[in-house]
């Protein structure tokens, strides 16, 4: 059984909540169905913590050294390729997110127009960091 953190258990319900249509209605797993969205939404959550994990490397290391061209185009293809993803994976939640940022800080933040969760200083303008 693959143990997952509490961040990532309120990332996956951040996505539920705002697919639910922002009700805040208490998650009950009374069915099979039920359960299976939210395994789906927990796998969902790591990820989207991998993708940020990622993005947040590639932007240290362009902020902390000299790149090249080729580097440069380089990490600008994986990072789209990798907002491309964050964007296939939130498109059943009806959620957007923005991506970049301060490298000190998440480099994906999900929007949630519905519920206006939000775990930054930024309040709901920054949305849900990952």
């Known amino acids: 059984m693959k143990t997952f953190t509490a961040d990532t258990l309120e990332t996956a319900i951040t996505l ?18 039920d359960a299976q969205w939210l395994r789906q939404a927990i796998r969902d959550a790591r990820e989207l913590e991998r993708l940020e994990k990622g993005l947040r490397r590639r932007e240290e290391y362009a902020c902390s050294y000299p790149m090249t061209e080729a580097e440069a185009a380089a990490r600008d293809r994986k990072d789209d390729k990798a907002a ?13 997110a923005k991506i970049g940022g301060d490298v000190r800080g998440s480099q ?11 775990n930054t200083f930024g309040g709901k303008a920054t949305g849900w960091a990952v």
Do not use: D, F, Q
């Not at 491309?84 to 957007?96: C, E, N």
């Not at 994906?108 to 939000?118: A, D, G, Q, V, Y």
């Open 16 to 33: 539920l909540c705002e697919w639910n249509h922002g009700s805040r209605t208490r998650i009950a797993l009374e069915s099979s169905t």
């Open 84 to 96: 491309r993803r964050v964007a296939a994976i939130l498109k059943p939640y009806g959620m957007t």
């Open 108 to 118: 994906i933040h999900l929007m949630t127009p519905k519920t206006e969760r939000s």
